[in-house]
């Protein structure tokens, strides 16, 4: 069965930093896309980042750029989400999602095949 399975959420003030994993098991991410998606309380689920299989090449969203970071350890079959300069309106669900390859542009979420099942991160004071 294609799993992957999210941590490292939590509460973090404001200015502070968050890193969350997305382990797989079951499968090898080494060729997967992995992306993470963030889902704000009342709100759709959308993407942040992205990281290709292959070449590591990066799609970021507008809203997290100079802040979080994407890396990957196909050796760990995990990949990470590096959360800098945390903001009261990054809280939300953070999930990881995997398709074969190559990162789409627009990180449409019907594209990805494989979910986690969401780790809780809330900024607040």
């Known amino acids: 069965q294609l799993q992957l399975v999210e941590s490292g959420g939590g509460l973090v003030q404001p200015g502070g930093s968050l890193r969350l994993s997305c382990a797989a098991s079951g499968f090898t991410l080494e060729n997967y896309a992995i992306g993470w998606f963030h889902q704000a309380p009342g709100k759709e689920r959308e993407g942040v980042l992205c990281?290709?299989?292959?070449?590591?090449?990066?799609v970021y969203a507008n809203s997290v750029k100079g802040r979080f970071t994407i890396s990957r350890d196909n050796a760990k079959n995990t990949v990470y989400l590096q959360m800098n300069s945390l903001k009261p309106e990054d809280t939300g669900v953070y999930y990881c999602?995997?398709?074969?390859?190559?990162?789409?542009?627009?990180?449409?979420?019907?594209?990805?095949?494989?979910w986690g099942q969401g780790t809780q991160v809330t900024v607040s004071s």
């Open positions: 999602a995997g398709r074969e390859h190559y990162c789409p542009n627009s990180l449409p979420q019907f594209s990805f095949d494989v």
């Open positions: 990281i290709n299989s292959a070449d590591f090449r990066e």
